[in-house]
């Protein structure tokens, strides 16, 4: 049931939300010119490594699409990202994702390989499902990029405070995870989108 509900969300989304997408990939082209996509490497379920797909909101990195990145670190955010970012618009080309089965609507974010190599027993049981485009830790770290941005050491402060509390909760919704659950998880979600727009 959750596959198909996957598979029928990400196809409505991707209709309804088209012309949403393709303002924001014009704004993208015209203000910051190509690529109009970023593709980043994440791990997902049973561990295996996929490319995750979002708007561009950042300048190009050469080393952006293999999974380096700097955490807290917004320098190379671009202006019209900043909007895009606020909006969470620059995450719906995870429809795609989604459709392909490398993840699922609701389930635990994907990360990239370096942060899943620490406390690694702990990722083994939350890469026992799909990877979500939202979760309730997504909801609760909704701003932890400013967060992190204002921590003296942003990548100590991830690796020590947010990430386990991040693991709990994934930890906590793998134990618990429902149908119900999910469409619960999906309306807060867009509740917390709707109210940072607002």
Do not use: C
């Amino acid at each position: 049931m959750k596959r198909l509900f996957d598979i029928l969300a990400a196809v409505v989304g991707l209709i309804v939300l088209s012309p949403v997408l393709l303002f924001a990939a014009l704004a993208i082209l015209i203000l910051d010119g190509w690529p109009l996509l970023f593709f980043h490497e994440r791990v997902g379920r049973n561990g295996r490594a996929f490319k995750l797909v979002k708007l561009r909101t950042m300048t190009v990195s050469q080393n952006g699409e293999k999974g380096g990145f700097d955490v807290g670190n917004r320098k190379r955010v671009t202006a019209i990202g900043r909007l895009l970012r606020r909006a969470k618009i620059d995450e719906l080309p995870q429809l795609w994702n989604v459709l392909a089965g490398d993840m699922s609507m609701v389930g635990p974010r994907p990360e990239v390989r370096k942060w899943t190599e620490v406390y690694p027993e702990r990722w083994a049981f939350v890469h026992t499902v799909r990877p979500g485009i939202t979760d309730p830790a997504a909801i609760a770290f909704r701003y932890e990029e400013e967060f992190l941005a204002s921590a003296d050491d942003p990548e100590k402060t991830y690796r020590l405070e947010v990430l386990p509390k991040k693991l709990d909760m994934y930890e906590t919704y793998v134990r618990n995870r429902s149908f119900g659950g999910d469409l619960k998880i999906i309306w807060r979600t867009l509740r917390e989108v709707l109210h940072g727009i607002l």
